[in-house]
């Protein structure tokens, strides 16, 4: 981006009048989007756009984004014009100019790193309101008369989302029992909306800006659409969105009951707690979706980030998530399970070749001791990001070859070989909520969090309830 001042000037110039663009800074995070803060004279901005790696055509068919940059400058732009909790739109990127398809908007005071927010104790303030105030904000968003907006969004039923989420999971051959379990319990169950609204549909911690006294902007509008508002209500609640604070459902910060009373509250409307459910169960699985998405996007070339590869290993937390909200469905109590084991001590020789599990090691201490010892901002994140990909790894290393096989061996006893559990799964969602199948889902969902997450505050709930001692 250093290369594009000149650029950035003059399109600052063009709407603000005389400044020069200095401080130029990559903000960490942004799976999908790259996010730039700089200031031009006394102003601070914030510049949103694809990532330069990224070819427009291929984003749009392989990323989470379902509207364009254009569109989402032109919606951030109409709702801060009526008074919602969202940056103010300076300047949109000239299309097929050299900084690609993006737009500049004001930079608004605030914190977005949910680790942050979630722990530091000069947020404590902050983190009791915010149920009470993203309830109010979001009640806000699905009041605004969609007839008003000056922008087009596809209009999804939830048949029409959960419909397009099975077509991106099957265009990557995906076999994940755990994901058909739940595609065929989603089918056989989904409601009917009370009413369309302007939805958010990412509603969640790491979206929103806070300082001290709470909410003070909502971000990241790429996947806003004209749906059921219950798909913002229970996205901030799945637990991918609570950062470790797994039994406080709302956006790791307060519970579901005050949440959900608390928008009841600003609406003026009943929260329907059996379509609520539903919603939740869609949205883990969106995200498990969106996770392999993202992931093939480094696969197919179009934005080749090592972030992209982790994200797309953490599938298996979403696994544990859905088989922990499925499991009341079943209708009977869970056999208790030996837990896999988490640790295997390396086989190490002592005269031979150095091993690639001991070369991951030398590189994953080097990366702490000579990047992350320096390090700040985006390098900071994205040497963090570097030592999950290198743990990963080292953890298939020893683990992968000793699930596998017990995972073929469970899958024998069920009379299944390779995928066709899957294929069962399609024709009869059923078919792995009795107790052996059943069982054998959560071991292998266990098995493969240790080698992808083990930290993942999900698994421990897991262990609680479906393990011995």
């Not at 409307?269 to 059996?274: A, G, H, I, L, N």
């Not at 190490?348 to 994953?364: C, I, K, N, R, V």
Request: with cysteine; net charge negative; hydrophobic share 40%.
């Amino acid at each position: 981006m250093q290369d594009y001042i000149g650029e950035l000037t003059d399109l600052c110039r063009a709407k603000l009048g005389e400044g020069t663009v200095t401080e130029l800074t990559r903000l960490s995070g942004g799976a999908s989007m790259e996010s730039w803060r700089f200031s031009f004279g006394e102003r601070a901005l914030v510049l949103r756009r694809l990532p330069f790696q990224a070819e427009p055509a291929v984003a749009a068919d392989n990323d989470v984004g379902a509207i364009s940059l254009e569109t989402q400058a032109g919606l951030i732009a109409y709702l801060h014009g009526v008074g919602l909790c969202v940056p103010e739109v300076i300047a949109q990127l000239p299309p097929n100019g050299p900084m690609g398809e993006g737009f500049i908007m004001a930079c608004v005071e605030g914190e977005a790193l949910p680790a942050r927010l979630l722990n530091k104790p000069e947020y404590e303030t902050a983190r009791e309101r915010l149920s009470a105030q993203c309830a109010a904000e979001l009640a806000r968003i699905h009041s605004v008369p969609v007839v008003d907006l000056p922008v087009t969004l596809p209009r999804q039923s939830p048949r029409d989302l959960l419909v397009e989420q099975e077509a991106f999971y099957r265009q990557f051959g995906s076999a994940n029992a755990v994901f058909e379990l739940a595609f065929g319990w989603l089918a056989e169950h989904c409601p009917e909306p009370q009413s369309y609204s302007l939805v958010h549909a990412d509603f969640r911690m790491g979206n929103f800006l806070v300082n001290g006294e709470g909410l003070t902007a909502v971000l990241d509008w790429e996947v806003a659409h004209i749906g059921d508002p219950l798909r913002d209500i229970s996205f901030l609640c799945i637990p991918s969105w609570r950062f470790g604070h797994y039994n406080k459902e709302a956006g790791g910060f307060a519970g579901l009951d005050d949440w959900l009373a608390d928008y009841e509250r600003a609406s003026g409307k009943t929260v329907p707690r059996e379509s609520f459910n539903w919603w939740m169960i869609f949205n883990m699985l969106w995200w498990g979706v969106t996770c392999l998405r993202l992931g093939s996007t480094y696969r197919d070339g179009s934005v080749p980030s090592l972030e992209r590869t982790v994200i797309g290993r953490r599938v298996s937390e979403v696994e544990v998530d859905l088989l922990l909200a499925l499991a009341a469905k079943r209708g009977v109590a869970e056999d208790k399970l030996e837990a896999p084991p988490a640790t295997l001590k390396p086989d190490l020789p002592l005269a031979q070749e150095m091993t690639y599990f001991e070369m991951l090691e030398a590189l994953g201490q080097w990366n702490k001791s000579e990047v992350m010892a320096s390090a700040s901002g985006h390098q900071m994140f994205a040497a963090r990001v570097a030592n999950n990909a290198l743990g990963i790894a080292r953890r298939a290393l020893l683990l992968d070859g000793l699930y596998s096989e017990r995972q073929a061996e469970r899958l024998s006893q069920l009379g299944y070989a390779g995928d066709d559990l899957c294929a069962a799964l399609r024709n009869d969602f059923t078919v792995c909520l009795d107790g052996p199948c059943w069982n054998h889902l959560r071991l292998t969902t266990l098995e493969r969090l240790i080698i992808d997450q083990p930290q993942y505050a999900g698994r421990e709930v897991a262990l609680q309830r479906w393990c011995e001692g």
